[in-house]
């Protein structure tokens, strides 16, 4: 079984410097995420734009899944700014190892570590 102690100590083995990085590098990725919405959002406001909203459906399709993809993005940041709160950033969700820093630094929202993650998807 694996404690909440064992769980705290993968933060501390990344480096605070690394740690700033990785937080900056989310806070930035929030910051995108959350104005692609906004955008996504908003009425058309330019003629071009208005011609294609007028579009086919599918314009309106891609951006239902443009939009739906950026919340999906935008919760697992801000999940992975929870966990570096609460010192439980940089373990893996299903083994509790420490994620590679160079994972994290390739996808600092990472829950999972590379073995863990294609296990979870060749599951069908």
Not at 16 to 34: N, V, Y
Not at 56 to 80: I, P
Request: aromatic share 2%; glycine share 2%.
């Amino acid at each position: 079984m694996v404690t909440h102690r064992t769980v705290r100590d993968t933060t501390t083995q990344l480096s605070s410097e690394i740690l700033a990085a990785l937080r900056e590098d989310l806070h930035e990725q929030l910051l995108f995420r959350r104005e692609q919405l906004r955008r996504l959002a908003a009425p058309a406001g330019s003629r071009a734009e208005d011609r294609l909203s007028r579009q086919a459906a599918a314009h309106t399709e891609v951006r239902v899944k443009l939009a739906a993809s950026a919340r999906m993005v935008l919760t697992d940041v801000e999940a992975a700014l929870a966990r570096m709160d609460e010192g439980r950033y940089g373990a893996c969700h299903l083994c509790r190892r420490p994620i590679d820093v160079e994972r994290l630094t390739i996808v600092p929202q990472a829950r999972f570590c590379a073995p863990c993650q294609q296990v979870k998807e060749a599951r069908p």
